[in-house]
C-alpha cells in the first residue's frame, strides 16, 4: 500500500544496480515498487540493433512508460505500430497490447517505468531463462504474478515478418485477452 505521507527519497547511484544480460543487451534494475513505496519501477535498458523485446503482452493495472535516451524503438500499441527515437516519451495504458524491437540500423538506450508494479522478479526470471537456468514455461506460468500477460498479435507479426523474416516467437492465444475497448480493431 501507498502511504502518501512517506517522504522517504530513494536514490540508487550509478554503479550500485543490478545488472542483467550482457552487451548489447543489457537491464540496469534502478528501482522496484518495494523500494518506492509502491509508487514506480525504474529500469534502463539497452538493447542491440534489429532486436525483439518481449512478445506482445499487456498489463491489466499498470501503464508502461518509455524514454528513449538513445538511438530508436519500434513499439506496438493496440493495433499500431509506432517508431520513437532519441528524446521521445512513450505511456502504454493498462490493458493495451504492446510489444517492441530495435530498427535494423540502431539500437536503444531507454528508461522504462511501471507505475505501483513490482518488476524486478519478472526480469531476474527472464534473464534465467536467457542463460537456460529456466524454461519459458515458468515466464507463462508467472503471467498474473506480474500482471504480465502475452497475447497474440496480428499486427505484430505481419510488422515483424516483414522486416526480420521468422525471428519472432509465437505464443499461443492467452485466454484471458484485454477487454476490448471502443475504438480498437480485435
Known sequence: MIDPHDTQAVLVRAGEAEILGEPPNMMELLADAETTGGRVSAIRSKIGKNTDGPPPHYHNEAAEIFYIIDGGLHVLTGEHVVTVGTGDFLLVPPQTPHAFSTPEYTGVDMLIFKPGAER???????????????????????????????????????????????????????????????????
Open 120 to 186: 524486478f522478479g519478472y526480469f531476474r526470471l527472464g534473464d534465467r531463462v536467457r542463460r537456460g537456468e529456466a524454461s519459458p514455461k515458468e515466464i507463462l506460468d508467472a503471467q498474473d504474478l506480474y500482471d504480465n500477460h502475452f497475447h497474440d498479435s496480428v499486427v505484430w507479426r505481419h510488422f515483424r515478418g516483414t522486416e526480420a523474416g521468422s525471428r519472432l516467437l509465437v505464443l499461443p492465444p492467452s485466454d484471458d485477452a484485454p477487454p476490448a475497448r471502443e475504438g480498437d480493431a480485435r
